[in-house]
């Protein structure tokens, strides 16, 4: 995620557990034209929070399906969806129970333990 | 405290741990399939989207003899040949098998279609049109698992260490993660199916829950490892533009279908300065092309991302879609358009050739401990040939899911109660010990992948290797017990960091210290200092842990029978 022109943009994240007061965090992160939302969250867990709470595990190749949250207000794949010089906006799903951040239980019933 | 009991536990659910489910449920055991992920979603297979080799002889003659035959020349003398025609034996099988269950594979005049691939000398390698091979595969074992009554399937747990007494495995401790719950799970059986390695490198081609878990999990359970300096970098994988969606290893049959011109920052061809000649087909064999890469790059010729350009722009847009079709579409959405544009391609982490040592029932040395999958080591030696991956995932995965679930069968109910809460006590302990001004897990796992990638990447060299052991041990013994760790009950990253990154430190040493051991360049390891191979160094290297140290032996490889040999 190199950076060589120094250009940054800026995400606004919605942050918290169950019972807690809901609140926003705004971070400026480096941008680059084709990253992915996805990139800026873990941009913003390896330089600023690592407790920012996410969930995927490939990274790139919309194959795990498990990166899904809201992006400006609509369902996406934060790998799939691209950064813009404009703030966005990324919240859990909004049907899903909250686990943490950005994670919900998108775990089906009979593969908990 | 939640207890679980089963016939059979499988750590890792992707194609191998899933078939090897599927294979054990079918024999009569009741399983567990876990995964630190989500069931059937993440490991290697998923992502990938090139082919499957088997001796069909769909589309010209084949047999196992020959498959094998490829197998062991791609691995150099190292093959466990037991393991490899295992592999080439049974593959025809698996997919027959996966058809049956759903699979469609692309088809030629009612037969499955099988097109060439590097290092084969028939045409064998079948695939899921367009490039969708993974995923395809994933779904129909997905299906398949979800269909049987004696799979219990669990997202989300993370196996932290494996429970044994007497020689024999028991059961283990897990994680759960999103509620931060220690879990015990009695079993009569283990199997790792946790995958390879390559989250150890800066650059790589697999999702990101491969840090060589299951490597960590079989020592510290007292099994061996074996041939763990042979990691698999794959010599163009893509590394910009940012393109998602995508296997990062896709130019492969770009490049090999339609020739791909590979040029340095300065738009210069370059691959006639190392030895080699592209003969105007722009097709250079993997490792000259990794070779002429990095090599250009440590000139300052590099491009932008610190690799080299692949440009397609001499072949006509209608080639481009008669070839990859709907692909094209893929790569216009991420803003690639190849008739305009070269990408930026270089060398990635792809895939582990060494693992767990195991037999041709896939056991460790252990009584009740299989692996299955990429996380077994010894089948491809110093190189794998390309399609057999997948292969393997299938073939070991039915092995050891079967072997298992026959051992069950005979195996005695052993738990040890007061194992696991010692267990589980210990590791406790490492969350009660986070140091408040120390850096997150996650800094210090990227600082790893950066030491690997630098210094036990694709060209090593001793001092590279004495300097990463160095910086590795004194991660392991001092910097991995100063890590800030959040105190947050419900999915918290940086203790599934911390417990990842313990993992990623021992496997990483065993990697060092093995491709410090062999002082040649021989498949995969090649060694600056040491640039022959050497006729001396045709065996294995065999590690195992005593008094949690890292020890290493050398071993003869397992060769066939000859006679028999020519019977299978």
């Known amino acids: 995620m190199a950076d060589p022109i120094g250009k940054t943009t800026r995400l606004c994240v919605r942050r918290g557990s169950v019972g807690e007061a809901i609140r926003y965090e705004t971070f400026d992160v480096p941008y680059e034209e084709g990253m992915s939302v996805l990139d800026a969250l873990r941009w913003i867990r390896i330089h600023f929070d690592s407790t920012l709470a996410i969930r995927y595990s490939c990274i790139n190749a919309n194959a795990c399906k498990t990166c899904m949250a809201l992006v400006n207000g609509e369902v996406e794949y934060t790998c799939i969806a691209k950064l813009t010089p404009e703030m966005i906006t990324v919240e859990p799903l909004p049907k899903r129970p909250l686990i943490r951040d950005l994670v919900t239980d998108i775990v089906p019933e009979n593969e908990k333990v | 405290m939640p207890q679980l009991s089963t016939d059979i ?19 009569g055991a009741s399983v567990l ?6 069931v059937g979603r993440g490991g ?13 002889g769909a589309a010209e003659p084949d047999s196992v003899e020959l498959h094998l035959e490829d197998t062991l020349a791609a691995g150099r003398g190292l093959c466990n040949e037991e393991l490899a025609r295992l592999v080439c034996s049974d593959g025809p099988k698996r997919i027959v098998e996966m058809e049956q269950w759903g699979t469609r594979w692309a088809q030629e005049q009612g037969r499955v279609k099988q097109e060439m691939a590097p290092g084969h000398s028939v045409k064998r390698c079948c695939y899921v049109d367009f490039l969708n091979t993974g995923p395809a595969v994933a779904a129909t074992l997905r299906r398949k698992v979800s269909e049987s009554t004696k ?44 995958g390879g390695l390559t ?3 800066e650059r790589n081609s697999a999702s990101a829950n491969m840090g060589g878990e299951a490597y960590a999990l079989a020592l510290s359970a007292g099994a061996e490892l074996i041939d763990m300096e042979f990691v698999q970098f794959f010599p163009i994988g893509h590394l910009a533009p940012r393109l998602v969606g995508m296997d990062p290893i896709l130019w492969d049959p770009f490049r090999y279908k339609l020739g791909g011109k590979l040029l340095n920052g300065q738009f210069e061809e370059f691959i006639d300065r190392y030895g080699s000649t592209d003969f105007g087909r722009y097709n250079a064999t993997r490792d000259i092309a990794a070779y002429a890469i990095l090599k250009e790059v440590e000139a300052g010729r590099g491009t932008p991302h610190g690799g080299a350009y692949l440009d397609f722009r001499h072949i006509h847009e209608t080639q481009l879609r008669v070839a990859f079709g709907p692909v094209i579409d893929r790569l216009l959405a991420n803003g690639i358009d190849l008739t305009k544009m070269p990408v930026e391609v270089g060398p990635i982490a792809h895939y582990h050739m060494g693992g767990i040592r195991v037999d041709t029932n896939m056991q ?12 077994v080591g010894g089948s491809n030696g110093a190189n794998r040939l390309s399609g057999n991956a997948i292969t393997e995932a299938f073939v070991f995965g039915a092995r050891a899911g079967s072997s298992a679930a026959e051992a069950a069968q005979r195996a005695p109910a052993a738990w040890d109660e007061k194992l696991a809460e010692k267990t589980i006590e210990s590791l406790g302990f490492v969350c009660e010990n986070s140091c408040s001004d120390g850096a997150a897990p996650i800094t210090l796992q990227m600082e790893l992948q950066k030491l690997m990638w630098e210094q036990a990447g694709p060209f090593r060299t001793g001092e590279k290797l004495t300097a990463a052991l160095v910086r590795i041990e004194e991660m392991r013994k001092i910097d991995l017990l100063r890590l800030r760790i959040s105190r947050e009950r419900d999915f918290n ?25 062999r002082t040649e360049s021989r498949g995969a390891h090649q060694r600056e200092d040491f640039p022959i191979a ?35």
């Not at chain 2, 536990?9 to 024999?27: K, N």
């Not at chain 2, 065999?542 to 299978?568: C, F, I, M, Q, Y």
């Open chain 2, 44 to 56: 290697a297979t998923i992502m990938a989207q090139m082919t499957v080799a088997v001796a069909l």
């Open chain 2, 493 to 517: 990253l940086d203790l599934q960091d911390w417990f990842e990154l313990r993992a990623m430190l021992t496997t990483a040493e065993a990697v060092v210290r093995s491709a410090l051991g």
């Open chain 2, 9 to 27: 536990l499988v750590i890792g659910a992707g194609g191998a741990g899933m078939y090897a489910a599927i294979a054990a449920a079918r024999d």
């Open chain 2, 534 to 568: 050497d006729a001396r160094f045709l065996k294995n290297q065999v590690l195992e842990l005593k008094d949690g140290n890292l020890s290493t032996r050398w071993a003869a490889p397992v060769r066939l029978n000859r006679s028999e040999s020519s019977h299978g």
């Open chain 2, 33 to 38: 399939l876990v995964d630190k992920g989500q």
């Open chain 2, 199 to 201: 989250k150890l490198y």
């Open chain 2, 151 to 194: 799979i219990r399937r669990i997202s989300n747990l993370a196996v932290l260490e494996i429970l044994t007494r007497s020689g024999r495995a028991i059961g283990a401790v897990a994680l759960s993660l999103a509620d931060g719950e220690w879990v015990t799970i009695q079993a009569r059986a283990v199997i790792l199916a946790a």
């Open chain 2, 364 to 375: 460790t040395r252990l009584e009740g401990l299989y692996a299955a999958g990429e996380a």
